[in-house]
């Protein structure tokens, strides 16, 4: 499901779990753990995420294997789930690694907070954000909101979250969502490129600029918000219709 290649001073993290890298609890836990060893290792300077499957990036958390016929078991599920979103939210931001997403096609719900937390992020025209928790009664309480709002401004934040709108690619970019938008048979080509021109500038300034940077990105699990919206009768409603209806 996630295969990792080494590029010399750069680590490739690549999810492949057909048909659409939809993140259940096991997949996450695997990608926070290997993250957790990436960190650790002085000898890694960034860090590329892409994803092997054409078209999509991720279609964010795995509803399907969050949903119970005990509704209590839902809840729990869940938030255990947008938990673990929240440690690889934060571990990206605070890691002294650089991080780069690489993406082509849909990037959806908790895929996009991993994605914003990402220092920089290039993408083909084909790619598109879309936040359904509108839709389904779910809460991006995995810090994503406060990643959104901080990279892309409030008014653009309410807009990406609020509405349950696809933000297709030029509109991303206007947003700040987006770095940079190349071709896509040569993205993944300059993705790697760029990071290992990183890699030959001073580590502990890039590392120390980052941390700064990112220092006031406050992204606390929101506890009481996340219990709000997953205790709600609304919620269980929207999301087994959600699911009958994806």
């Not at 650790?40 to 994803?51: A, D, K």
Request: glycine fraction near 4%; charged fraction near 20%.
């Amino acid at each position: 499901m996630i295969h990792l290649y080494r590029e010399g001073k750069l680590v490739v993290i690549e999810f492949s779990k057909y048909p659409i890298n939809s993140m259940d609890l096991q997949f996450l836990k695997e990608f926070y753990y290997l993250l957790l060893k990436i960190d650790q290792n002085p000898n890694i300077f960034g860090v590329v995420l892409r994803s092997k499957i054409n078209n999509i990036f991720s279609s964010g958390l795995d509803l399907r294997s969050i949903n119970s016929s005990y509704i209590q078991v839902t809840r729990i599920n869940l938030v255990r789930t947008v938990r673990m979103v929240q440690k690889i939210v934060k571990l990206i931001l605070t890691s002294n690694k650089i991080f780069l997403a690489s993406i082509s096609g849909a990037v959806i719900g908790s895929a996009v907070s991993i994605v914003m937390a990402c220092d920089f992020r290039f993408a083909s025209a084909a790619t598109w954000f879309w936040i359904p928790d509108p839709q389904y009664g779910g809460l991006l309480a995995d810090g994503g909101l406060e990643v959104i709002k901080k990279v892309c401004g409030i008014e653009n934040a309410r807009k990406i979250c609020l509405t349950n709108e696809r933000i297709i690619c030029q509109t991303a970019k206007e947003m700040n969502m987006i770095s940079t938008i190349f071709r896509e048979e040569v993205l993944n080509e300059h993705s790697l490129s760029f990071l290992h021109k990183l890699s030959t500038y001073s580590k502990q300034t890039l590392v120390n600029t980052k941390n700064l940077i990112n220092n006031s990105i406050h992204v606390h699990f929101k506890i009481k918000h996340i219990v709000k919206v997953v205790f709600s009768k609304e919620m269980t409603e929207r999301l087994n219709r959600y699911i009958r209806s994806n």
